[in-house]
């Protein structure tokens, strides 16, 4: 038996359970290849910490900078599995989700009027958090086909308002695991523009064979000390709503400006301690676990690319990393990538991410996105309705 069978996916406890344009959103008929959240039961090991924790019925304020047990786990993770080799406790600070991270780290780093470097398409989160921090998104187009970046453009970009450039690797939606060439490129171009990286390396482990995942900051001490890291445990381990991350900074000075823009000092923000001993736990026993994940996503996504390129006017690259599949949907005649999401889930009763500027930046165009972290029989299901309607349509257009 496998922790990743089709009778895993507990279906009803999802369907009250899973938000964020999933199960508990969407009609029963309806299935949801949306955010990117796996549908199956979390690890045992980290389900047992969270009960022992629960069991001593103690829940006081923790340390605003987080439990130093949580630091010393993610800092040994840091060193053993991202061979970032001088990270300690001191350069982690834990925070509310990964999302909230992106979020601190720009305000840290950018005052308004500033520029950021974003990639495009890239997560809207990347838009989002230097919005937030009233700076403006200079976007560098990665190209559609070929999914290379314009690493030579990026000199083009900068100006005297330049801060910033973030990094989102692997990415999401390309699902590209960025060489370490393309990462010491840009690594040198933030040194010789005297610019902050942040990189997004929250889908790091969930890498595909025979690709690699490189953390810029393990590349050299240079770039190291302007790189802050951000992680999470939602897509490697299924701790989406505990909402817990952390950051990797250079320094515990850099660290200590992250902690104070946070705001956990003051206790309106901060991170659950439940979360932590949840994370620490993934960090410390759940590997093999995710060692099993990983093993089946490779078969989903192999099987989603075979199936949506099998269909007429579809392209799919399978991707590096990541779980998620950005599919060239310009082919099929239905209009944009707004109109072909709306036709499947009114016609496919599957809802899938469409690749407008809202979820990706304008160069989504022309794609949807679809999440394969599910069982092979709900997968399975979804594709059949998705190429069973599309095949009734060609029939009856022709
Ligand atoms: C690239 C990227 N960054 C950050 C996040 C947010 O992760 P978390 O749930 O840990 O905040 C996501 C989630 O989809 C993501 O894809």
Redesign the pocket.
């Known amino acids: 038996m496998s922790n990743f069978d089709d009778d895993q996916v507990p279906l009803e406890l999802l369907r009250q359970r899973a938000f964020n344009l999933r199960w508990a959103t969407v009609p029963e008929d309806v299935i949801p290849l949306t ?3 796996p549908d199956f039961a979390i690890a045992q090991v980290i389900r047992d910490a969270i009960a022992d924790y629960t069991a001593g019925g103690v829940f006081s304020y923790g340390p605003p900078a987080g439990l130093p047990s949580f630091r010393e786990a993610a800092a040994r993770v840091q060193r053993e599995r991202r061979g970032i080799n001088d990270c300690t406790a001191d350069c982690i600070l834990p925070t509310d ?6 979020f601190v780290t720009a305000r840290r780093t950018l005052a308004p009027g500033d520029e950021a470097i974003i990639f495009d398409p ?2 809207f ?2 838009g989002a958090c230097v919005d937030a921090a009233g700076a403006h998104s200079v976007r560098s187009r990665v190209d559609p086909v070929t999914r290379t970046f314009d690493l030579d453009g990026l000199h083009d970009l900068v100006t005297d308002r330049t801060r910033m450039i973030a990094v ?1 690797n ?4 390309l699902g590209r695991v960025m060489t370490p060439d393309e990462l010491r490129a840009i690594g040198e171009f933030a040194c010789e523009r005297d610019l902050l990286i942040l990189s ?1 390396e ?2 790091g482990d969930i890498i595909h064979a025979p690709h690699q995942h490189t953390a810029i900051a393990s590349l050299s001490p240079e770039i190291a000390a302007r790189t802050v890291g ?6 490697t381990f299924g ?2 709503g505990l ?3 952390f950051l990797a900074a250079p320094n515990p000075r850099v660290r200590d400006e992250l902690l104070e823009v946070s705001k956990a000092p003051t206790t309106a923000y901060g991170v659950s301690t439940l979360s932590q001993v949840a994370a620490q736990a993934a960090y410390e026993h759940a590997w093999p676990w995710a060692e099993e994940f990983l093993a089946h996503l490779l078969r989903m996504r192999d099987l989603a690319a075979s199936r949506l390129n099998a269909i007429e006017g579809i392209t799919a690259v399978a991707p590096e990393g ?1 779980y ?1 599949m950005f599919a060239n949907i310009e082919g099929l005649g239905l209009g944009d990538q707004d109109a072909v999401a709306d036709w499947i889930l009114e016609h496919a009763k599957v809802r899938v991410v469409p690749g407008s500027p809202r979820w990706f930046g304008p160069g989504a165009a022309g794609h949807i996105r679809i999440t394969f972290c599910t069982s092979e029989a709900i997968l399975t299901e979804a594709l059949d309705r998705i190429s069973e309607a599309l095949a009734a349509r060609r029939r009856g257009v022709e």
Do not use: E, I, Q
């Open positions: 955010a990117a959240d989700s990964a999302a909230s991270g992106m890239v997560d989160l990347f989102c692997p990415h999401n939606p997004d929250v889908w951000v992680y999470g445990f939602s897509k701790l989406a909402r817990v991350g990541t998620v």
